[in-house]
Nanobody, 115 residues
Framework: QVQLVESGGGLVQAGGSLRLSCAASGIIFNTNIMGWYRQAPGKQRELVATITSGGSTNYADSVKGRFTISRDNAKNTVYLQMNSLKPEDTAVYYC?????????WGQGTQVTVSS
């Protein structure tokens, strides 16, 4: 059974930082592309960042230079370090695991940035 469990969300003031974690089980973690997506109220879910098994990263333009995705294959965990947070970063953040046609999602963690 595949499980992706996010943690680290919360309420923070604009300009602050948060670090999200996603612990994976039930998959061969070091062969999967891991990612973070987010969904704000009334909007579609959007890509935030991805990281391949080899460590190559990709970011949405809106978070480049502020967010950093990383992974620890020994701990089956992917992280999202979020700095210089803005109110428009407020959303539910979802962890994603992908390998070929196998795609899995976590339950999401709320991030709220106050102005």
């Amino acid at each position: 059974q595949v499980q992706l469990v996010e943690s680290g969300g919360g309420l923070v003031q604009a300009g602050g930082s948060l670090r999200l974690s996603c612990a994976a089980s039930g998959i061969i973690f070091n062969t999967n592309i891991m990612g973070w997506y987010r969904q704000a109220p009334g909007k579609q879910r959007e890509l935030v960042a991805t990281i391949t098994s080899g460590g190559s990263t990709n970011y949405a333009d809106s978070v480049k230079g502020r967010f950093t995705i990383s992974r620890d294959n020994a701990k089956n965990t992917v992280y999202l370090q979020m700095n210089s947070l803005k109110p428009e970063d407020t959303a539910v953040y979802y962890c994603n695991s992908r390998k070929s046609f196998d795609i899995y999602w976590g339950q999401g963690t709320q991030v709220t940035v106050s102005s």
